[in-house]
């Protein structure tokens, strides 16, 4: 029994030994957590992943394919766009420019109406006062000579009468 208790000791303070417990340790440990299930479910997510992967790459190509495609005609879009702005500028100044000249047209025609009212006034009113300033005149000088000839305005109320007798009649 020495040599079995020996030999229980050579195993047991062996390195061989402690290998085959830790060995069937871990055979009890991955029976028990399911380690070909764990992995089995690693793998198949990383290959979820990998496709999902792929999947991103072909459409980001695909949409890198089309923003190519899209940029090719923008030179030539922006070319057009810039070539109709600058039609429309064009058509809006010679619009703005026509307008303009109508209404200074329709301007300088209201001045020329304006002015040749003002000028039929200004005669009216000149001719207003030529006329008041002449009738005075005339008044002053028949008084003036009345008063210088008092024998006239006798002859005057009497020529004035004879044409009143001569109306009556």
């Known amino acids: 029994m020495n040599e079995l208790a020996n030999f229980w000791n050579t195993i047991v303070q062996t390195n061989t030994f402690n290998f085959a417990i830790l060995v069937l340790i871990f055979t009890i440990v991955f029976k028990k957590i399911k380690i070909g299930d764990i992995l089995e479910n690693l793998k198949e997510d990383i ?3 990998i496709r999902q992967a792929e999947e991103e790459k072909s459409k980001a ?11 090719e005609h ?3 879009e922006i070319k057009s766009a810039l070539s109709d702005a600058d039609s429309r500028a064009n058509q809006i100044a010679e619009q703005i420019l026509g307008n303009t000249q109508k209404e200074i047209d329709l301007i300088k025609s209201n001045i020329d109406k304006v002015i040749s009212n ?3 006034t200004i005669s ?11 009738i005075a005149l005339a008044r002053n000088h028949i008084i003036s000579v ?10 005057y109320i009497n020529e004035s009468i004879n044409e009143l007798d001569r109306i009556q009649l």
């Open 47 to 49: 290959v979820k992943a």
């Open 61 to 71: 190509s695909k949409d890198l394919s089309e923003a190519k495609k899209s940029i």
């Open 74 to 76: 923008l030179d030539d």
């Open 118 to 120: 003002e000028e039929k």
């Open 124 to 134: 009216a009113k000149l001719t207003e006062k030529t006329a008041k300033a002449s």
């Open 146 to 155: 009345l008063e210088n000839q008092p024998e006239l305005h006798e002859k």
